[in-house]
């Protein structure tokens, strides 16, 4: 995904070669032999209801979010016109897609970007099918260069007030981060009064200095603990000398106790193939590729112990699925199939489509996918996403607004990685008393290849190590982002989180790089070696995928069976004990876990 078109190839061998298809960038549908191929709509039965002991005192989640609060809240914003006029005018915004609020107050919902980065650079693509540079179009393809901070968030133009009414629950606390849309001359004050019992109290405020606005969000928390179990009013308030576009991002009441026993942290890597692993290996397979008659020409990597030692440390208290697939052979219908339970095709989203188009994605979201986010957050989740995947911004022409409350978006060339770790890092150590569903997606084996230093010397040379440098890359940002992935698992153990948090690693699709399928596709004539999305190979969409949840989970147990990354939401669903979703047309994994 790193700033290019995703093209991608994938070659298919299982026991010994067999010949390649081309399926041009269509999803990826596998059935194991003798098993039925599942329906949409049908789900598993539901194994056991959710314990009552599996409620966690000792967490906070969410029991009222605002915006979904608005049909019944009071408005008095005199000059509510005159913002959403001026609201218009900025681009990287959207209603509040998955929400089912109508009437006046809908207005008031949106999902809002500001970018937080010091610039914003213009993407060229330079290698392209003519040879000539391509600019993207921002609006469609979104694929600048910088940091963009899209959340959920309560439109409240100054001068003005919305109340909400609410029962404070025990230990009570709001929590928000306020913005302001468009550059203003004046500070803005955004305030939080309490009315109970024919009293208002102010209980906390913050200022967005006139330097910071359009640039920044400022988190806040107010304690309403004092309160707790009295029906009040949430009074949440914005003043300026001018005009100003005040937002409260993500505004949600939490309170002790939560229902959902674990967290999730859901890791992805781009383009991560499972042969990049040493954990992904085994013996015999290696031996069969290293004797074969027609080598396998860098469809199947090497075993390089050390190479990426964070996942492979992990593993050894997992659940491998070593024969796993992706549901696309791309970005965006590989993320739908893991986070939506369904297929891109069963969602009505054109897997052959870079562009969308707003009637596409109408359609998706009048559907109302069952996305994993949506899911958790009912359950009183905080969701983020902190991501290098413009396919997940659903202001623009190819993305999609899959569910979480913020999406941070870290597009850099190279530096989105250790960007991306930082935020995600510095959220879970603000947050680590909150049940949350944390997603991180990565993006360095991904093309362009530019590998620091450090990580290309742990390559051991030929024939140890593959000959051909662009593989050698390849292997070495592979190296980069597992170094990432143990940044984040040293933060759950700095946190004391291991033991509550369930640990996704997977990829969104692998990467075509035997010199065996080099060639030009018949789909937009692009190169096929050293890409994705036109071809169907197995190395395009054979995935790794983890799952580790100690004393849940068994540690260190391969499953053989094929499954796909789509099979990834009823399993989570059934390990924090909920029950299955209808709309979801595949099943849980744990049997197989469990041997079945």
Known sequence: MRFVRPLVAVAIFAGGWTAAYFIFRREVKIVAPGVATPTTGSAPKKEASRPATLRDERTFSVTHRLTELLPTAEIDLPHLQDGLAKLRTVWRRMPLVHSKIEGPSKALGTSIVIRTSDEEKAWVVTKTRSGKPWAPDAKIWNMSEGSFDQRESLFVPSTGRVGFKLTVPNEGRLDYAAGVALPTKNDVHFSVSVRSSGTTDKICET????????????????????????????????????????????????????????????????????????????PETDRKMKDAKHP?????????????????????????????????????PGTLSMLAGQRSSELGVDTLAWVLGDKAAAHFYDGAPALLPLLFRKEGAATRAFVNNFFMGGYAGVGLDMGFERLYDERYRVQDTERITNDATAWMKAHADERFFLFCNYNSPHEPWEPPKRFLDRIPPPPVGPSDDTVRKYMAEAAKDDDAVGTLLHTLDELSLRERTLIVVTADHGETLSLAHDGRSKLDNMEIRFHHAVTDYEETTHIPILLSLPSVLPKGTEVKSLVRNVDL???LLEIEGLAPNAKHSVKSLLPLVRGG
């Open 207 to 282: 200022v967005v200095a006139a330097a910071d606005t359009s640039r920044t969000w400022k988190d806040a928390r107010c304690d309403l603990s004092k309160y707790a179990g009295k029906e009040v009013t949430l009074e949440l308030a914005t003043t300026s000398e001018e005009l100003a576009l005040g937002l409260f991002a993500h505004p949600a009441v939490s309170g002790r106790g939560s229902a959902l026993p674990y967290n999730v942290l859901f890791i992805v890597v781009d383009a991560l193939r499972p042969d990049a692993l040493a954990s992904f290996h085994d």
């Open 569 to 571: 939401a009823p399993t």
């Open 296 to 332: 396998p020409l860098d469809a199947w990597l090497p075993t390089l112990p050390g190479l990426t030692p964070a996942i492979d440390e992990l593993a050894k208290n997992s659940v491998r699925f070593t024969r796993a697939y992706s549901g696309g052979a791309w970005t965006r």
